[in-house]
C-alpha cells in the first residue's frame, strides 16, 4: 500500500472516530484550553492515578463544559452510560452512572410505620 492510500484511509477513519464522538465531527473548542491537554489518557483511567486525574479537573478552568459535553454523549450512546469507565469532567464512571441512573428513592413509609417507629403505634 503505498503512503497516500494509508494517509487516505487514516484520514477517514479519523472523520469517522470524531463524527461518531462529536456533534459535528470536530472537538469542541474548550478542549484547546482544557487542564489535561497532553497528559496522557492513562491518567484519567487507571485507579492507581484516580485522585490525580480528579485534582487536575478540579482546577480546569472548562470543567463545567467538560462534563456537560461527556455527559450528553453518555445520554446520547446508552451503553456508554451503563458502564462508564474512567475520570472525565472530574466525575468517575461510578459518578457519572449516578448522575444518569440515580440511586431509587426509598419508598416513604407508611403511617402506622411511622407511629410505630415514633413508639406512639
Known sequence: MNGQAQSSGYHFGYKML???LFAGG???????????RGVPPETFVSVQNMAKAKELCAGCPVLAACRADQLAWEKRNSPTRSHPVGVV???????RRDVHY???EPPPPTARLAL???GTG
Open 89 to 95: 469532567g472530574g466525575l468517575t464512571g461510578a459518578e
Open 26 to 36: 470536530r472537538p469542541p473548542d474548550w478542549r484547546e484550553d482544557a487542564a489535561c
Open 116 to 118: 410505630w417507629l415514633r
Open 18 to 20: 470524531m463524527l461518531a
Open 102 to 104: 440515580p440511586p431509587a
